[in-house]
């Protein structure tokens, strides 16, 4: 079942690369039996000198060999490198497709979705393919496996030359050998496979004692040791596994090559007390039963498709995962995004119920709520990223969005501001960190605009919590000035001390254009300063209104408005 699938693999590697590919490799399976009838000519013809009868057309039949043997020689020596080529065409392809589909879906669930994610894992991992270029070797390799048995009927018919059934005869005993092969081969892959989990759990174990970002962590808890036993008995176990099938595979594989052993004996013997007298047919012979072990034995093409069929299976599965799905429904026309009786879940239990909200071009909206409340799920369903289970979500193009955890990209500070709006002139990016305030600690940087943000890299810089915050910012200010018409801010200040914050939500204030801003925060001193507020609690909006409406409804808000106030009070 699996050859039609890498048959069709097989096609991204383009037809010129792969017509090239069947004739090297068609020649140079034939060509070990034409150098075996070739020097058996030769040899037989020699004879006929020693016997006195004249060695004719001999230069002739030397020139011959030599051509084979070096035009052979150069195409061996090409044969590898454009295979190797035509297999990265393919792993290239099917990468780029992956990506598409992937960036192509158009919610983040179905991105995060666990089944994906451990898919792409399967295809990605090295560990199984034992090379980065799995898919398309295997491709390639089990295209040239298909192309042996142009080499094994050669030599079939070289060997029923002298009696006709030693050919099939002895092309079935490598048939035979080279299925047993085959299947040993698969045996030990999936010996392989069965331990990918317990591998990849110990290198992320391990991935955790290197990881930069994990390091402060480490070693302040003293993790070293313990992260080392994780990882060691995960990893030492797969080991054992893979050490335990190699050593049964090699066992297997000598009994094949004794079983070889004995058919080419066998052969030997029989052609020895066969009578034959032409001794350039008996050199023929034995090299049309070498260029049939060769050919059947030297599958390490077939034993790559192997090695690479759980990765196959993957981006089949991948393939049947990730669909497109229909577009979300855009703005109306009447300029409101909105969220209409929507019900969002990550499992079974729902997040959000009967949400109805509408936000009009330059308003402020904050939203408020407990740890938990889904004040984030309600932001990423705004913006697109999830599908709402039930209700409408009228979906805004040109929406900006800054989250908790935005990125923090290893790139220079001019672009980790102009990424929210590539487009954007310098002018416009120098402008929006202004308007946020993050111009000086942009320039106190050491290369000042050109710093790249990581302190991975010679001459990098790297921010505090609150600096990075003011770079998030004035991406959201950038993205206001280019035409986005919804800003949302998931705690974009939470970092920033009080006076930082106030000043940094004026200032997104002042440059918010026509978008509408939906902001996030637990701060109720900046809370208060939003057009409306609303309440999530219990996945529904409790409350809506603004800052003095809510407090004379004495809810919700008003408690959690004076509970922040008093302690506020009594900490200063
Ligand atoms: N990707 C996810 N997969 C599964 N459950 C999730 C996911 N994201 C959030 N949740 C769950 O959904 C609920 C709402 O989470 P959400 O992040 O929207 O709350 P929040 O109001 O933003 O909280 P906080 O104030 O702590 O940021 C929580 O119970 C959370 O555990």
Known sequence: MRLPRSGGFLALAGWPHLAALTLLELFLLVEPTAVALVTGELVGRLAQGAAGQGPAGMGTMLALLGALLVIGNVLRAT???????????????VREELTARVLALPTLDRVEDAVLQDELTTMRSPLLTWTDEGIGAAAVGRFRA?????????????????????????????????????????EFFAVVSGTMPAALRGRAWSDMLSDSRDAKEVRIFGLTGWLERHAEENIADAVRQVTGARLALLRRELSVFLGWAVTASVVYVAVASSGEVSVGRIAAVIGAVSAMFVISMSSQDQDMAEAAAPAIDA???????????????????????????????????????????????????????????GKTTLAKLLTGQYRPDGGTVVIEPSAYAVYQ?????????????????PEATREQVEAAALAVGATELIERLPRGWETVLSPKYDGGGDLSGGQWQKIALARAALAAACGARLLVLDEPTANLDIEAELDAFDRIRQVRGRAAVVLISHRFSTVRRADRIVVLSGGRITEEGTHDELL???GEYARMFDLQARQFKEST
């Open 552 to 554: 004379a409804a004495s």
């Open 315 to 373: 981006v089949t599965r991948i393939r049947a995962l990730a669909p497109g799905l229909e577009p979300p429904p855009a703005p109306d026309g009447t300029g409101e995004v909105a969220l209409r009786d929507v019900r969002f879940g990550y499992g079974q239990a729902p997040v959000l119920e009967g949400v109805t909200l509408t936000l009009r071009r330059g308003e402020v909206i904050a939203v408020v709520g407990v740890n938990g409340a």
């Open 405 to 421: 955890d935005f990125n923090r990209y290893e790139l220079s500070a001019y672009d980790n501001v102009r990424i929210a709006a």
């Open 79 to 93: 044969s590898r490198p454009l295979a190797e080529r035509a297999g990265r065409r393919i792993d290239a392809a």
């Open 146 to 186: 298909g192309l042996t048995m142009a080499g094994l009927v050669t030599a079939m018919l070289v060997l029923s030359s002298v009696v006709w059934w030693w050919g099939p005869a002895t092309a079935a005993v490598a048939l035979l050998l080279g299925r047993l092969r085959a299947r040993r081969w698969r």
